[in-house]
């Protein structure tokens, strides 16, 4: 896979999504989960909720402000990208020709 698939666009604001969710830390820097947090979160996610959610960039230096809705959609339109993967023309050339194999 492409590593820089989720480097760019809609799969960025996945990314920040994903870190907002499971990334959580309390005031020590200690790691935290908190399921409750997950699940409504998810659950606004599913239902493309309006409300605004703040994601923050691993550097701390920009902060993107978002609805569910634009989230939901961000995530329907990469998952349809991941079904119909667009064909990658640099390996066709690299493909053995087709036909009965040599004797």
Known sequence: MDPSWSETGDRYLLKLFRDYLFHQVREDGSPWID??????????LD????????????DEQNIL???????KQC?????????HP??????????????????
């Open 35 to 44: 399921m409750a947090h997950i699940v409504q979160c998810l659950n606004k």
């Open 47 to 58: 239902a493309g909720s309006p409300e605004k959610v703040q994601l923050m960039s691993r």
């Open 65 to 71: 402000v978002v609805s569910y809705g634009d989230l």
């Open 75 to 83: 995530l329907d339109t990469s998952f349809t990208e991941l079904l």
């Open 86 to 103: 667009a064909p990658l023309p640099h390996l066709s050339n690299q493909l053995p020709p087709s036909g009965p194999l040599p004797s």
